[in-house]
């Protein structure tokens, strides 16, 4: 029996000791990592992994114990004699095992989380490059528009040529004031007009002349007629250019002849390297680079961060393998790249070239910045690792001498050394101790670090329960547990649990129960332990908030990446902000500068009428709230009470009714002017800190920054919609006219038809795409005189008249056409234009003869007429007479067609509207019927445009019908609906006949 009694006393000890290694290992590690981990899922395989390695270790050092133990009850010499050398050998091997242990462990992580940092890095960047080179090539187009409309400008040529011709100070100071509006509305650095010896007749701006790399583009401008850009040059002061060269010519008869070039300026400095250098995020290394090839090096266009005033001169070899600059122009293509930078540090890179400027853009970050939180929790995973280890060891060697020194205390009572055991447990002050009734869950024991927790004294926590002291959600969880115990079915749990301490605050606590059991195997006692988490719950609590804003700026950056839509971003960034930030509300509003209204533009959550009634302004009673003040004075405002905030009185009661608790206005400023303000609403008070008002303030600059770039991409949309506008009304005037028209170049090109040429030549647009297939069609043999004298139309100053000739139409038949003609000036590559217009005066010129072969005409049109022709009965529907186009043209024989009505050739679903048109149509000589679906023998749809007549045929009332087949028209039709054209709409209609420099004159000054 005292073998007994020892025995189980030891045992007690070594398990008391085991549950405070185990506590002080919970209350350590998971402090420690949850100070450098904000990721949940790798905290979850850390916490895993770090379970694991827990159980290994103890369970280990506690076999061995326990094994030490029983050979000491059986060796009385125990406590005196030596390790044996096997033993001493084994625990040897398992310390040094457990050495290794924080080396594995950050091995192992680095190999889990390295490649994964690694692929988010190259992301951003591949996003980053996207959006800047996007944006410098949209900056580039803009300019080199800005020049080719001053270019065209036929006006502004004029006025030049004769402001260098007489020196008119008047005309001097009209064009110097039209070419500094350029200048200030586009923020030009300077704008120079040099004559074609390349002297400068006007320079405004700091140029004393023109730079050495520039001449030669403005010789090739004023040689070739096209705006030239330069490249990216220094001059010999070193400012650094970026020029655009704008040829201005007049026309002549012997064609365009240049008489000035416009030379406009851009400061890289101040307008394109800021755009290359601002970086989206803060980062201490991150970098962007603008790049280019030069001979064997690659030279670096824009300012380095690193290396200041170095742009256009600091070059690098191509031959480097790893520099991302060498590669990007070597290689030309899209990438990503681990290499070094021109200061030799690793990091990692993408880039891609910029359109075909020649440039690249390559975006960096350093490698050692990208790792640094991955080296951050190394250090720290580590460190807790070393401390396990250490603990463990140290846990163990007291473990060890607390079993030698036992055996020196064997003698003691076994009541008097258990409670003694139990007493020192109970008295350790970093962990709460209790002994329960397995009966009414009454407490029998506790230490003061329990009463500490709970905020009871002793004999209050005598008198209660669990279930007294329990948040209730987490009741039958708890109770469910503890009745597995009873039943026989665990030996104990573990669980994270919330108490209600006396002043009625929460707890959270981590509880360890075990239980003690009689050898009937009831329940004696249970034993817990109590560790108050409420810190670690809130900085994890913390943690999970930050890592929520976190991921609502990175999901509303990714948005604005993708699209640039003002609307679609305001909606998209408030749902971000409701579902991945779980704000109770979101909603955005801009300023009316006019009226002081807020207007919500979008909105997410909880709503209800808040917006409604909310009528923020600038002055007055609803100005004095967070989204007011923030608009009025541009600073960010935080409300963290709303219930007791005064300036939240106007609208706390419908505030509070949606369960909103704390709101933040964060103001949206567009170029120094604030344009609107981003809400933000929590639904607990003081939900905003300092570290979640700085990601706000980065998420509304980001809102802010997208929205100025989309208000600049509509400007130029709008622009070009207005453009295209006036194109397609210029189209519609020359497609609609009701007299052939034609546009021609000096090359022999057709630029527009007329739908009346098309409609009465009966040639379409493809088949007349030149000057030499039209007269081969129309004149046949007679085609190069014809030629000839359209030749000499590009040379004309006024309207000219032609006469009379006679075209071949695509049927076969001959028309008389009437033309005049008109030049209207050059097109920008310099070709020259004419206008022919014809009237079509066959009629005109056959009307005698038709008096007096009407009869004969009939009969040779409706016989010999190259387009299908027929006669029906208008009462039987049957067809009487067809001609030989028909009879081609559908498949079907004459013999078939007699046989058939009209009905046959028609779809199903065409038939009562071709029977309720013949009804309409009983009392008129003439039916223009349309457009119509006919079924040809084989099956095929075609469309055709009818004309009929009523007429008395063999004594019965029928219809001739004449049917044009314009499936291809209007296939053809539809396209050139579809297709832009270069030409604008003349300032006002030419009225019919088109006089004198109306119309033609309105075409020229577009073409000039």
Known sequence: MPSSSRCYLTVGRIALLYMAFAALWIITSDGLLSLVIADPDLMTRLSIVKGL???????????????????SLTTPEADTAPLPEPRRRYWVLTFFSLALLPLLLGIGIVHLHGPQLEREAYANLQAIADLKANQIIQWLGERQGDSEVLARSASFAAQVDQWLRSDDAAQRAEITARLDSLRGAYGYEGVMLLDTEGKIRLNLGDHTGVPKPLQPIVTQALSTGQVQRSDLYRDEAGRIHLDWVAPLTVAEREGQRPIAAVVLHIGPKNLLFPLIQRWPTASPSAETLLVRGDGDSALFLNELRHHPDVALTHREPLSKPDLPASVAVRTGQVGVRHGVDYRGAPVLAAFRPVGDTGWHLVAKIDHAEVMTPLNRLVFWVSLVALFAVAAVAAAALALWRQQQRAHRFELLAQAARHDQVLRKFYDLPFIGMAITAPENKRWLQCNDQLCEILGYSRAELANMNWAEITHPDDLDVDVAEFERVLRG???????DKRFIRKNGAVVFAAIDVK????????????IATIHDITERQRAAEQIRRLNRLYRVLSNINQAIVRRKEPEWMFREACQIAVRDGDFRMAWIGLLNPQTGWVRPVAQAGQVGDYLEKVHVTLVGPYSEGPTGVALRTGQTMVCNDIASDPAMAPWREQALALGYRASIALPLTVQGA???AISLYADEADFFDAEEITLMEELAGDIAYALEIAEADAAHLEAEQALRESQERFRRAVEEAP??????????????????WTEISGYARADIPTIADWTGLAYGERQQAVRVVINQLYDLQQRAAQGEYRITCKDGSQRDWEFSSVALGSLADGRRLAMSMAADVTERNWALAALRQRELQYRCLFEAHPLPMWVYDLETLRFLAVNDAAVQHYGFSRDEFLSMTITDI???EEVPRLLDNIAQVQNHHIDEAGIWKHRKKDGALIEVEITSHVLEFGGRRAEVVLAHDVTERLRIEERLRQAATVFETPAKASPSPMPPGGFCGSIGRFAN
């Open 515 to 526: 239980c003690l059991r009689r050898n009937d195997g009831q329940v004696e006692i249970f």
């Open 906 to 908: 028609r779809p199903p």
């Open 489 to 495: 079915e665990s030996e104990g749990y573990r669980m």
């Open 739 to 756: 007299f052939p028209i034609m546009i021609h170049a000096e090359n022999g090109e057709v630029l527009a038809l007329s739908r009346a």
């Open 674 to 676: 604030i344009r609107g």
């Open 53 to 71: 390695a827990f159980v290994t270790v103890t369970g280990s050092l506690l076999y061995l114990l326990l094994l030490g133990w029983r050979e």
